[in-house]
């Protein structure tokens, strides 16, 4: 009985925290045309030479890209009132493995302005990506897919959280009750 009850407690809990939305921007990184690059027979693609060049590279962009001068510019841009470092504790920039993209995340409680921070982050990392390439590398960077406005938030989960607590504290009263019944022999 005290396991539905914490469970609900739990699940009331997770109604009442503020809903957390992410909105996600997609950034492609690439070399401008170069002696580095072939193009294939009309089809508009590009073969790098030295792939794994381009991955040292753009990792080193992300690091870049998750920068107090790239919060200070999406604040600035958008009007924003609030610091950089708290954009910056909202906004995750990410490679996808063994690509060249770059994926810019910004969790927050309101989908609307997630979405138009996402956008904003993924617009200005490229601008500067490819302003501030490493000399010799020739790396352009553009927006690739830009962020939707999230539908359901990411956080909380009450009846996750409800059930989780639940199963939990089942499984608790049943090590107790049966630890207890031990006792008694």
Do not use: C, W
């Not at 708290?86 to 906004?91: K, T």
């Amino acid at each position: 009985m005290a396991s539905l009850l914490v469970a609900v407690a739990v699940g009331v809990a997770s109604f009442l925290q503020t809903p957390k939305y992410e909105a996600s921007a997609q950034v492609l990184v690439d070399q401008k045309q170069g002696p580095q690059q072939t193009n294939l027979a009309g089809s508009g693609e590009m073969i790098l030479t030295d792939p794994k060049g381009l991955q040292a590279l753009i990792g080193g962009m992300v690091n870049a890209t998750g920068s107090r001068p790239l919060a200070e510019e999406i604040i600035r841009r958008l009007g924003l009132r609030m610091e950089p470092a708290e954009l910056l504790d909202n906004l995750t920039v990410e490679q996808i493995e063994n690509t060249s993209f770059i994926v810019l995340t910004y969790e927050g409680t309101d989908p609307g302005q997630a979405k138009q921070i996402a956008n904003m982050a993924g617009e200005v990392s490229s601008e500067l990506i490819s302003e501030r390439s490493v000399a010799g590398s020739k790396l352009r960077a553009l927006v690739y897919e830009e962020a939707t406005e999230p539908t359901t938030p990411v956080s909380p989960k009450p009846l996750r959280n409800g059930l989780l607590t639940l199963v939990v504290g089942l499984a608790l009263s049943a090590a107790l009750t049966s630890g207890h019944g031990a006792l008694r022999r």
